[in-house]
């Protein structure tokens, strides 16, 4: 079964612009998730679908970035412009079920941003 | 503000001694406990996964919950210098049913020394 896919792998960018990262989840996965991951910290939610429907989108910096899952499928998340304190990796996950309390999540590789 | 606390480390243990992992957690609403281990450089993967007190062995790994202090440990036996890594405590929170999130922990770095 493949996993989740994600790319690019590695971005570099100069603030203010923009930058977008795809995310193809497992096939059959309901819920799809996006998380940032700042060095030394723990992946952060910023981003939760199920289907093409957002459940949860608290924490997402509405003002700079957006995302959408089209056909409940593959989803994009777009940042615009970009700040240096958005360097992170930015994760993508997938479960089968409704669930993001009890469901497993598997992450694809990340994108790592760097912006200077 | 709803926390997961870990230790950040580094926890250095001999290869083959018992290396112990903890994880405190603000809400006592939480309702799934998760320890996801991360290489450097890689994404997180799941590694186990507990709901109710006690507990729960799988392999060389046991998964410890205890609500009532909220509280849940990871105990790696037989360490092995591959189990060097980074582990996540995660907890889960739900907001409306079955509908909510994770909240993930800073990790603890784990290296075991041959």
């Known amino acids: 079964e493949a996993g989740v896919a994600q790319s690019p792998r590695y971005k570099i960018i100069e603030k203010r612009q923009s930058v977008a990262f795809w995310c193809n989840p497992i096939?059959?996965?309901?819920?799809l998730y996006w998380y940032q991951q700042i060095l030394g910290q723990g992946p952060k939610l910023l981003i939760q679908?199920?289907?093409?429907?957002?459940?949860?989108d608290s924490q997402l910096p509405k003002d700079r970035f957006s995302a959408e899952r089209l056909k409940g499928v593959d989803s994009t998340l777009k940042i615009q412009p970009a700040k240096l304190e958005d360097s992170a990796v930015y994760l993508c996950?997938?479960?089968?079920?409704?669930?993001?309390?009890?469901?497993?999540?598997?992450f694809g590789p990340g994108t790592r941003l760097t912006v200077l | 503000q709803k926390e997961v606390e870990q230790n950040s480390g580094p926890l250095s243990v001999p290869e083959g001694a018992i290396a112990s992992l903890n994880c405190t957690y603000s809400?006592?609403?939480?309702?799934?406990f998760f320890w996801y281990r991360q290489y450097s450089g890689k994404s997180p993967e799941l590694i186990m996964s507990i709901y109710s007190n006690g507990d729960k062995e799988d392999g060389r790994f046991t998964a410890q919950l205890n609500k009532a202090s909220q509280y849940v440990s990871l105990l790696i036996r037989d360490s092995q210098p591959s189990d060097s890594a980074t582990y996540l405590c995660a907890v889960g929170l739900a907001w409306r049913g079955s509908q909510g999130n994770l909240i993930f922990g800073k990790g603890t770095k784990l290296s075991v020394k041959p």
């Open positions: 809400d006592r609403g939480s309702q799934s």
């Open positions: 096939s059959g996965h309901a819920t």
């Open positions: 679908f199920q289907n093409n429907g957002v459940v949860d």
């Open positions: 996950a997938s479960s089968l079920g409704t669930s993001g309390v009890t469901d497993t999540q598997y």
